[in-house]
């Protein structure tokens, strides 16, 4: 067993969860067929980070997310969320994602259901809450984004940046202890991007432990603990965003920033 490993991922229960790294991500690999597209991937978050992860198109920042949650499989290292070990072959995947809130690009909301019922849908049948039980968790995550109003509405009577905002919701009312972002502003009309940004902010604010893909060099300016720049699969330099984005000391870096800035 791995130092650390611990606190209820697992089918069996591991005594003593060692104090550490909210996610941890250990020579991570990742290939889809021919294409090594993760090329060993180090990286340790904090509880409460914030961490922005930038970089050019298909240098892997989704296929990292996406890995932290197994929502992709790692072809080699070890990932570690809350001390246990998601890599680990005994891991019990439903009980990862309960602890782990995703929000994609696209919101991918139920659109034959109300606001209400898809936040109350997941909570029922990942939870196991009850009806009632349900209904209050979505009325304070509604009540949290600011859409308390919109409880009854549907999806597409929505404009893009509320309908994010309930994606957003709807991912709390499940109760994670970590928040992954994968361009989550990246298909919205710009005047929509601010509420989902400060819906963002409150929830960092808030001590929430936050790793959010994003070409939001502002947001990732002002609200992150730390920034990291991939390209290529690996990981080129992280640190605060005043060295990265402010004073970056590789050229791929200061080449990216040159396009995005
Ligand atoms: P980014 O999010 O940085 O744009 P991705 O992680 O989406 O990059 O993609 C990195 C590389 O992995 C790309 O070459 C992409 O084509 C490939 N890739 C991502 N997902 C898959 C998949 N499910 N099957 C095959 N190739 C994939
Ligand atoms: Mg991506």
């Not at 072809?75 to 809350?82: A, E, L, T, Y």
């Not at 499940?174 to 992954?180: A, D, R």
Request: charged fraction near 25%; aromatic fraction near 4%.
């Amino acid at each position: 067993m791995s130092e650390h490993g611990g606190s209820g991922l697992r089918k069996e229960t591991t005594a003593d969860p060692a104090p550490g790294p909210e996610i941890l991500v250990e020579q991570l690999h990742k290939s889809f067929g021919d294409n090594h597209v993760l090329r060993g991937i180090d990286l340790e978050i904090r509880q409460g980070e914030v961490v922005c992860v930038i970089g050019p198109s298909g240098s892997g920042k989704s296929t990292l997310l996406r890995c932290v949650n197994l929502l992709e499989q790692p072809s080699g290292g070890r990932v570690f969320v809350g001390g246990s070990e998601l890599t680990h072959p005994d891991v019990d995947i439903d009980a990862v994602r309960r602890r782990i809130g995703m929000v994609f690009q696209q919101f991918n909301l139920f659109p034959h259901l109300s606001v209400t019922e898809n936040l109350a849908l997941p909570q029922r049948r990942v939870l196991g809450r009850d009806k009632a039980a349900a209904g209050r968790v979505a009325a304070e995550n509604l009540e949290r984004v600011g859409l308390a109003d919109k409880a009854k509405a549907f999806p597409a009577s929505l404009s893009g940046g509320q309908q994010q905002r309930v994606a957003i919701a709807r991912a709390l009312a499940m109760g994670p202890e970590v928040m992954l972002f994968d361009e989550p502003t990246s298909a919205l009309d710009p005047e929509l991007v601010g509420d989902v940004l400060a819906v963002m902010r409150m929830l960092a604010d808030e001590g929430m432990t936050m790793m959010v893909v994003t070409h939001e060099m502002s947001f990732a300016r002002e609200v992150a603990d730390r920034v990291v720049f991939m390209d290529d699969g690996v990981i080129v330099e992280e640190g605060p965003p005043a060295e990265v984005i402010g004073n970056p000391r590789h050229e791929r870096t200061r080449h990216f920033l040159a396009r995005v800035l």
